[in-house]
Nanobody, 124 residues
């Protein structure tokens, strides 16, 4: 499985960006996809996840109401719509695919495949 993330960039505080992550290669009947982020000098942290089958979503408290995860089943693509961006959202954003994340959707150890990361920089 290959994950290709793109859509990052430089934006002013209060602005918006949409990240995309396309999955290709082997397909699975059930899995979850998620976005994590890693700022310089910090550990990688959970941002949002979506169950591919049910479409149920989960968010970190720090992004609720501002970031929205969604998916396009036909395109095997997951999106992260980022609104009202803050300087503290600056990080490299990674998409991930987990075959059996279940209720552990916020743990990076639940994910089997990772994209290469895309840089998001929010200026104040």
């Amino acid at each position: 499985v290959q994950l290709q993330a793109y859509g990052g960039g430089l934006v002013q505080a209060g602005g918006s960006l949409r990240l995309s992550c396309a999955a290709s290669g082997r397909t699975f009947s059930t899995y979850a996809m998620a976005w994590f982020r890693q700022a310089p000098g910090k550990e990688r942290e959970f941002v949002a996840a979506i169950s591919w089958g049910s479409g149920s979503t989960h968010y970190a408290d720090s992004v609720k109401g501002r970031l929205t995860i969604s998916r396009d089943n036909a395109k095997n693509t997951v999106y992260l719509q980022m609104n009202s961006l803050k300087p503290e959202d600056t990080a490299v954003y990674y998409c991930a695919l987990g075959l059996s994340a279940g209720s552990y959707f916020s743990s990076l150890f639940s994910y089997d495949y990772w994209g290469q990361g895309t840089q998001v920089t929010v200026s104040s």
